[in-house]
């Protein structure tokens, strides 16, 4: 895991370095500041001599100068290098999505994604950057201090030796007893924030049936729970400081006493033993030691706090994509023929039931196929198999006559335009989203590809024309608009196959029949394959699919299909009592 | 994580908010008062701590010194006084800390509570005007923000607060001259921690913004992930968000960078604070100047001034806490402004006073109250002379002369007026933006239309109270919610009262019976992510079923089978008459085979009925409708 995340260092490694470097030097000026101390009150002061607190004085204000310079090297360094990283690691984690397949898409939520690439980023920040001040830092400082102490006395220091294990063992309990407790309350704040998304999304829902007091009810019982747990944990965190403190002042009593008894002993004489003047510089020590080893308490419960974020980006990011570019790639596909060759399919490897089984069908360069079936039949996944959108558990697909594994995957995709029946716009104006198609294309080729796809009109008919914006999901455009800007879009692509799934069934069968025309008349080499609900969207297709429960349940014109196939019959009488012209 | 407080606000304190926190908090009365004068004891303790450092040399070690045979029963005692100083501080500590934690969740839950129960309150209105990203934010960046300053800020604010006051008078107990000295550096240090906090709390303020940024790119292009794919857009993905993550990583340096440099650069300027004492200290101890404290004058000694030295660090370290609290204040109280916001919208209204009450008919035509469900609803109508008639409720819906606006603005129905007998079934057909969906908002009270009437059983729906209002109508939307629990759980989720037979049999009712029992674990299949794992046909059959379950008079069908393809909907069709017969149903249908068998159709343009009759009278009318209806007219 450490590994996975600590390759987004990269260039940011060198700040990482000098931050470490600069809390080094910081430490060396924390610890030789208490030793002048010492000196200027023990030489200067107690000695009566102006001269020596002068000189002392000055040194020791230049000491603090180079410690504010380091510090604040140090402090702004470690910011960059953490944001850096974590910047970094927010961007391999979103380049990584890019690579995945849709296999991989189904695999995460959005919002698990958003969670981590937000969230979860800025827990691992903030514990990286807490890592390269204090990791080393903290360690260092206990030793230069330890080592100083025992400079001065090494009886008294003893103490010391004596009063780490408590601390130690102290922190070790409570973070070991903390940590699961924070798992949990973290687990149930995702349920709190599950449930708060549902009212928030069906809130029509919820006062429809009149369920307010019953979601309250659920909200209070996760609430309450949050509340038992944290304050749990908290209760046990608590015991962090007094711990410390108690370390301290026994310290400080110790010291007090054994120093007393030195200071007596020696005749307040340096050469003899303790002095007054060493008595404070080893409370500044003592001081610094249990600091120190307080920094280092935080820095693991902030790992542990982070730890579970960590995790879950690695995870994100050690997501290997299912379907990959081919050692060898094809780079051009000849023709829009299209050969299934005993196909079969399921989403997962697992899945005991596969989803489509053995379909077969070969579909030449420029045919027109509409594809007919019941809901759960299979329908969109038959078709995403064409831009290799997810890959056959059995069989093959082939297009142009090579197998659509052997295809560069963005040559093959841009190919092989689809229209989603999810369809997704993007917020920006009308011309943003059509050039997702076709980046350079002209103001006449966007003109143009709307016109097939019969947008031109209530395009031209908005205030800004092709400059209006959509807003975020194309919330501003109807359904039927939604639709038809997608087919424009993939349009654009100019493409050899343009597969349509279910992409017509917000417009009205007029406008339906119209695009369908200047489709055969403009683009009449390109195969299209169009999945659609009503009869009137497939009927004039040169073959129509019927699928039923993944299976090719027979294959023909509309004509023959009304005589042979009893889905199809039953599909077309349906819509035949709605009225020959539904919708 | 839509943050955008105004970066001008950093560096002012917003009181009215921290007098409503606290108020959260003043059911905790006595725990409070005990934690502050806990506090208090613990920093008086270590307070203490430190001075007697300063008499240990001059009341105990010099005399000893002098002493040829030292006896050191006198230090003993005072030590063992110190531990016991010692001890009750730790123990303070601890306690306030503990009941601190108790305090800070016990609060968040309140305000958190608070928040979801006046969330059921609001009108549909505040739902469909505020992003759902930016309610959801303030349970969980706002909530956490505030934790953290209760919980952490707070305490240390307390803490930070006493110690200095205990230390400023331990002070000038040792010193006066020196004190002033202290105060002059603490001035200009002061400075320097404005200047500090207000760049690092522009710059947090920063980060926030460019954070929300960020998250709403990554949710609308991950939304989209597969539309990405599709265009191979991948490069340009990557291109913007870069863009945005670089713009929050500066940001993010900037904030962190100015915030981490205040404590190296107090600590350092504590130090030449601290030598510059030494020196003058040290210059009146040599001239044998006079000491003023404030409990009069002495000599300065060695003693003091060493004592005074630690209390002048115990002086400057509350001091940088403040300053490194100062900027996690701010963005709590700025989260907290927003929570507060939300509790303070206005609840949906409701002056309702008749009721839905379960009914007995009594042989002579009449209609009485009774106690348990009989099958028979009424409403209970209090009059205003005290008595009170009930009507049988019938489900006959009037709209009378109906004008509604969603902003004044812009009239969204005008003059609407229809009659919908009992058992009738009313469709509306019409363009988007019509007021299909607008007409069926108003009947159930999400919205209050703005002239005219509705009556239900010639009761004014505005005399309804909202609750049985909505208990008797049912409604089936083309966005289907549904919540994390099992199927069975989500069938009887309009009424927790169905038995498991009652639910299987709405299921088979709208045909959603067989794919239910190829779940893994049926009826106990457990649903997550508002029924992902469902096609979108799926999740309206068992709306409609859910809907079916709860067994209304009344039912809105707004686009309820849009996505069920239509041999199915003909499987489904038969099962939905069976639950249509004798209830009134109101139905928006984009296909029109929906809405043909409809008693009367309504066909909507720009908020006016333009045409209304049955099937068979539009078509032969030869209007919009048989227009519609001939495909010569586009439908959205």
New interface residues.
């Given amino acids: 895991m450490i590994k996975t995340l600590a390759k987004s260092i990269r260039e940011y490694k060198k700040y990482a370095l000098i931050t470490i470097l600069c809390s080094m030097i910081e430490v060396v000026f924390e610890i030789v500041i208490p030793l002048f101390m010492s000196q200027l009150i023990d030489r200067g002061i107690e000695a009566g001599n102006m001269n020596t607190v002068l000189k002392l004085g000055v040194l020791l204000v230049f000491f603090a100068i180079m410690q504010l310079i380091t510090g604040f090297l140090s402090a702004r360094i470690a910011a960059k290098s953490s944001a850096g990283f974590a910047s970094n690691l927010r961007q391999d984690m979103y380049d990584n999505v890019q690579t995945f397949a849709f296999s991989n898409i189904d695999k995460f939520s959005t919002s698990s994604i958003v969670t981590r690439l937000t969230t979860d980023v800025t827990n691992v920040q903030m514990a990286y950057q807490m890592l390269t001040r204090m990791a080393i830092r903290s360690p260092a400082m206990l030793i230069f201090a330890m080592i100083a102490c025992f400079g001065i006395d090494a009886g008294i220091s003893m103490i010391f030796l004596a009063v780490l294990p408590v601390l130690a063992v102290g922190l070790y309990f409570i973070i070991n007893k903390v940590h699961p407790l924070f798992t949990g309350v973290f687990k149930t704040y995702d349920k709190l924030n599950n449930v708060v998304q549902e009212n928030v999304r069906g809130m029509r829902v919820v006062k429809s049936f009149n369920q307010q007091e019953h979601e309250i009810d659920k909200f209070d019982a996760i609430s309450e729970k949050i509340y038992m747990d944290f304050s749990k944990a908290e209760r046990i965190m608590s015991l962090t400081s007094p711990l410390m403190q108690f370390c301290m002042y026994a310290c400080t009593i110790l010291i007090s006493w054994l120093g007393a008894k030195a200071i007596v002993a020696s005749g307040n004489s340096t050469a003899l033993g303790l002095t007054t003047g060493q008595l404070t510089s080893l409370f500044s020590y003592a001081t610094q030691i249990l600091m120190s080893l307080m920094m280092l308490s935080m820095v693991f419960s902030m790992i542990t706090i982070a730890r579970s974020s960590a995790e879950r980006i690695s995870e994100l990011l050690n997501e290997k994509t299912d379907i990959r570019d081919p050692a060898d790639p094809v780079m051009e596909v000849r023709d829009g023929s299209i050969v299934f060759d005993h196909v079969d399919f399921a989403y997962s490897s697992k899945a005991d039931k596969k989803v489509i089984s053995d379909a077969n069908i070969s579909i030449r360069s420029g045919e027109t196929i509409g594809i007919i079936g019941g809901t759960g039949s299979a329908k969109s996944s038959f078709v995403q198999l064409i831009p290799r959108l997810y890959d056959v558990t059995g069989g093959s697909v082939s297009v142009g006559g090579v197998d659509v594994r052997q295809y560069d995957l963005e040559v093959l995709r841009n190919s092989v335009a689809m229209v989603l029946q999810k369809n997704e716009l993007f917020s920006g104006t009308i011309s943003d989203n059509l050039r997702w198609g076709n980046e350079n294309a002209t103001d006449e080729e966007i003109r143009e590809a709307c016109r097939l796809a019969c947008a031109d009109e209530f395009i031209e008919a908005m205030p800004d024309g092709y400059d209006t914006h959509i807003e975020q999901g194309g919330t501003n455009v109807s359904g039927g608009q939604k639709q038809r800007l997608c087919i424009a879009r993939a349009l654009l692509k100019k493409p050899k196959i343009l597969i349509l799934d279910d992409s017509t069934s917000a417009v009205d069968t007029k406008t339906d029949a119209f695009i369908q025309q200047s489709f055969s008349q403009y683009i009449p080499d390109t195969t299209k394959i169009i999945i659609a609900q009503r009869i009137s969207s497939v009927q004039h297709a040169d073959r129509i699919i019927v699928l039923d429960d993944g299976k090719i349940a027979d294959v023909g014109s509309h004509q023959e299909l009304v005589e042979r196939s009893p889905i199809y019959r039953e599909v077309y009488e349906s819509q035949q009592k709605g009225g020959s012209e539904d919708e | 994580?839509s943050n955008k407080t105004p970066s001008k606000r950093i560096g002012k304190l917003d009181f009215q908010t921290i007098k409503r926190i606290f108020s959260y908090m003043s059911r905790y009365k006595k725990s409070m008062v005990m934690v502050i004068l806990c506090i208090i004891i613990?920093s008086v303790a270590?307070v203490a701590?430190s001075i007697?450092?300063g008499t240990?040399?001059d009341d105990?070690?010099?005399p000893?010194?002098a002493d040829p045979n030292?006896v050191?029963t006198g230090?003993?005692k005072a030590?063992a006084l110190?531990?016991c100083v010692?001890l009750a501080?730790?123990?303070s500590?601890?306690l306030y800390?503990?009941s601190?934690?108790?305090i800070?969740?016990?609060t968040?839950?309140a305000i958190?509570?608070e928040m979801?129960?006046k969330?059921?309150?609001l009108p549909?209105r505040y739902?469909d005007t505020n992003t759902?990203g930016d309610?959801?934010s303030r349970?969980?960046n706002d909530t956490d923000t505030l934790r953290q300053m209760i919980?952490q800020s707070v305490p240390q604010l307390i803490n930070s607060a006493c110690t200095m006051i205990t230390v400023f008078v331990a002070m000038l107990i040792q010193s006066v001259y020196l004190t002033l000295i202290v105060i002059v550096s603490i001035l200009l240090i002061l400075q320097i921690v404005k200047f500090l906090t207000g760049r690092s709390g522009f710059y947090f303020m920063r980060q926030q913004e460019t954070?929300g940024d960020?998250?709403?790119y990554?949710?609308?292009?991950?939304?989209?992930?597969?539309?990405?794919?599709?265009?191979?857009?991948?490069e340009k993905?990557?291109e913007a968000?870069?863009e945005k993550?670089?713009a929050?990583?500066?940001a993010?340096?900037?904030?962190?960078?100015y915030?981490?440099?205040?404590?190296?650069?107090m600590?350092?300027?504590g130090?030449?604070q601290?030598?510059?004492i030494?020196?003058v200290?040290?210059?009146l101890?040599?001239s044998g100047a006079t000491n003023l404290t404030i409990l009069g004058t002495g000599t300065m000694t060695?003693g003091t001034?060493?004592s005074f030295?630690?209390l002048s660090r115990s002086f400057n370290g509350p001091i940088s806490q403040i300053s490194v609290q100062f900027n996690s204040v701010i963005m709590a109280l700025a989260g907290a402004s927003r929570i507060f916001k939300l509790i303070d919208e206005k609840p949906e209204t409701d002056d309702g006073y008749v009721t839905l009450v379960n009914a007995r008919e009594n042989p002579d035509g009449t209609i009485t109250e009774a106690d348990h469900r009989t099958g028979i609803w009424a409403w209970r109508h209090p009059h205003q002379d005290g008595t009170i008639t009930y009507t049988k409720l019938r489900g006959e819906i009037v709209l009378d002369h109906v004008d509604f606006s969603y902003n004044p603005d812009k009239e969204i129905l005008h003059d609407i007026t229809l009659y919908a007998e009992p058992g009738q079934k009313v469709a509306f057909v019409g363009?988007?933006?019509a007021g299909k969906t607008t007409i069926t908002n108003l009947i159930?009270r999400?919205y209050d239309i703005t002239n005219g009437k509705i009556r239900y059983d010639g009761i004014n729906i505005n005399k309804i109270k909202k609750?049985d209002l909505?208990?008797s109508?049912?409604?089936v939307?083309q966005e289907v919610?549904?919540?994390?629990g099992t199927v069975m759980e989500n069938l009887r989720?309009?009424n927790?009262n169905a038995t498991d037979e009652e639910c299987i049999a709405a299921a088979k009712l709208a045909n959603a019976h067989n794919?239910i029992m190829m779940l893994p674990q049926g009826y106990n299949t457990v649903l997550e992510?508002?029924g992902?794992g469902l096609?979108q046909?799926?999740r309206q059959l068992i709306s409609i079923a859910r809907a079916a379950v709860?067994d209304p008079p009344v039912m809105i069908l707004d686009e309820a089978t849009s996505?069920?393809?239509?041999?199915?909907?003909?499987l489904v069709q038969r099962g939905m008459d069976k639950l249509m017969e004798g209830r009134t149903v109101f139905v928006i249908a984009?296909?029109?085979?929906?809405v043909?068998n409809s008693d009367v159709i309504m066909v909507l343009d720009h908020g006016r009925i333009i045409e209304r009759g049955s099937h068979d009278q539009l078509i032969a009318k030869k209007g919009t409708y048989y227009q519609?209806?001939?495909?010569?007219?586009?439908?959205?």
């Fill in positions: 994580m613990s270590s701590g007697f450092l240990l040399i105990y070690i010099t000893l010194l030292p050191f230090l003993l030590l110190m531990a010692y501080g730790i123990l500590s601890w800390m503990r601190m934690a108790t800070a969740q016990g968040l839950k958190r509570d979801f129960a969330m059921q309150t549909i739902f759902h309610i959801m349970y969980t919980n954070l960020l998250n709403g990554v949710e609308e292009m991950i939304n989209g992930q597969k539309v990405v794919k599709v265009f191979c857009h991948e993905a990557r968000f870069q993550n670089i929050w990583r500066d993010v340096t900037n904030a962190n960078g915030a981490n440099s205040m404590m190296p650069i600590s350092a300027l130090y030449i601290y030598v510059i030494a020196l200290g040290g210059w101890a040599i060695l001034i060493a030295l630690t363009a988007t933006g159930n999400f609750a909505r208990r109508m049912g409604i939307l919610n549904l919540f994390t989720y309009g927790p794919f992510g508002d992902s096609s046909g799926q709860a996505s069920i393809d239509t041999r199915t909907e003909a984009h296909r029109l085979s929906t043909m519609l209806y001939t495909g010569a007219f586009e439908l959205e």
